[in-house]
């Protein structure tokens, strides 16, 4: 799930061993992440207010409620 949000979002950056998260710690303290930053705060904008996520869980109940 987390490696979604990432990939999703190019908001942050994903790793699978102690090497590659050694690589993006000194990628994120050696480059400019202003980018990133700005992808992953309009990515939780998009899909995780307070309005959007009620929003799904309503459109999900409605969907439960129906198929009774």
Same mark, same amino acid.
């Given at each position: &799930? *987390? +490696?979604?949000? =990432? !990939?999703? %979002?190019?908001?942050?950056?994903?790793? +699978?061993?102690?090497?590659? #998260? !050694?690589?993006?710690?000194?990628? =994120?303290?050696?480059? @400019?992440? %202003? =980018?990133?930053?700005?992808?992953?705060?309009?990515? /939780?904008?998009?899909?995780?207010?307070?309005?959007?996520? *009620? %929003?799904? #869980?309503?459109?999900? =109940? @409605?969907? /439960? &409620?129906?198929? +009774?």
């Amino acid at each position: &799930v *987390l +490696r979604d949000h =990432i !990939e999703g %979002s190019q908001g942050g950056l994903s790793y +699978r061993n102690y090497a590659d #998260f !050694e690589k993006a710690i000194n990628q =994120i303290l050696t480059q @400019d992440t %202003s =980018i990133m930053a700005q992808n992953g705060r309009a990515y /939780v904008q998009q899909y995780y207010t307070w309005n959007t996520v *009620l %929003s799904t #869980f309503d459109k999900t =109940i @409605d969907y /439960v &409620v129906k198929r +009774r």
